[in-house]
């Protein structure tokens, strides 16, 4: 079993006890999402530590934006809530880059793969080196959008 999830169980364990209910809560629905994870398609199998992280991410994106939606609608209290569940899940992701860390990232694979006057043509080129080297550290949509200003 994958050292993650021991931890996710060990965690939500602790809170319960603590009685702490956001907390709780939260792991108990990554859990599921794990679980879910687990089970879909053909065959059921085992997730590694990086398929756990993957979800993870997943669930943060999907807190934040509940949360932005909330805000939209004048939902102030839900918007909290789904804000401090993200904040619960982020405490299990590795620590996120900043934008001054993706500029520098985009910046040298661009140069590297030499790629600096293809324009938006080598996005894909790009994307798939920079892909793997951010995956659970940025947000791929904010990664893409530095590629795109960066090849003009």
């Not at 199998?45 to 992280?53: A, E, F, H, M, Q």
């Amino acid at each position: 079993m994958s050292e993650l999830k021991d931890r996710l169980r060990a965690d939500l364990t602790t809170s319960m006890k603590a009685r702490d209910s956001l907390r709780a809560s939260t792991l108990r629905m990554v859990l599921t999402a794990v679980t879910n994870a687990e089970v879909a398609g053909k065959a059921a199998r085992k997730l590694s530590d990086d398929d756990i992280l993957g979800v993870l991410t997943t669930e943060a994106k999907k807190r934040r934006e509940a949360a932005e939606a909330f805000d939209a609608a004048g939902r102030e209290e839900s918007a909290a809530k789904e804000r401090a569940e993200a904040g619960v899940i982020a405490d299990y992701l590795p620590a996120q880059l900043g934008e001054e860390e993706i500029r520098d990232l985009v910046t040298s694979t661009i140069a590297d793969l030499g790629v600096a006057g293809d324009g938006p043509r080598a996005m894909g080129k790009v994307m798939g080196v920079v892909s793997p080297q951010i995956k659970g550290r940025a947000d791929g949509a904010a990664v893409a959008a530095e590629v795109r200003r960066q090849l003009g």
